[in-house]
C-alpha cells in the first residue's frame, strides 16, 4: 500500500531554498516522529539498533528542483509497505501529529506543513517484466566486497557488470525477504536495461549525503523481470 504525504511552506517562498546535506536525516526524522506518535512499541521495534525496515519512502521536491536543485513551495513523501500493522501505525500517526499541531518538516528554518494524504492506487505486476521509473535513488550493496571500497561496496547496473549484479541483486532480495518475513525464498528477479527507439537507456549513477558520508546509487527507466 502506497501514500503520497503532501507538504506547503507555512509561508509563501519567493526564493528557492538550496537542499540541506542532512535532507535525509530531516526526513527520517519525520518518520520516527510519526510512528512514535502512534505506537511507542512499534517505534522501539523499528529503530532500536540497526534493523531492515519494513518499508520504503522517497521524498519530491517538485518542479523548481527539477530545474534547479532547489526546493520550492511544495514537498511530498511517497510511503510504501507491504505490511497493513506498518501502515495503519503510520496512518493513525499522521493523523496524531495533525491534531496536535506537529504535521511539518522544517528545512533550513522553514516549517512545511502537511496538505493532503493520498492513497495510491495498487499496481498489479500481470506480466513477467515490469517496467520501473525511480522515485528517489536506488540503492544495492555488495555483500561479499567491503564498505571501505567505496565504488565496489555501492554496485550500479552497467552493461560490463550485468551479471554480477544481477547475482548480487539476488542475494540481497533473498537476504531482506529472510530478514522481513522470517521466510527462505530464491529470488529469480534480474535487472535489465529498458530499450527506447533500438537504443538501449543506461540508469544515470547518483551519489547523495547521508549521515557523515555518501550513498551511490542509480536513476532512471529499467525492467525487472521475474520467472
Known sequence: MRFKISFSSENRIDKPIPLPDNIRTIFISFLKKTFEASSNEIFKTLFTGKKVKPYVFSPYFGEEFLENKKIGNEISIIFSSGDFEIITTFWNGLLKLKNEKK????INRIKFWLKNIDVLPDKKIKKRESIFKTVGISVLTDPSVSPDEFKKWYIIPEE???????????????????????????????FRFFEENGKTL???ETIIPHFSGYVRGFRGLFILRGD
Open 202 to 204: 543506461p540508469v544515470k
Open 160 to 190: 560490463t557488470n550485468i551479471e554480477n549484479f544481477n547475482d548480487v541483486l539476488k542475494k540481497r532480495i533473498t537476504q531482506k525477504f529472510k530478514l522481513i518475513k522470517n521466510e527462505e525464498i530464491k529470488s529469480d528477479i534480474e
Open 103 to 106: 504535521d511539518y518538516i522544517e
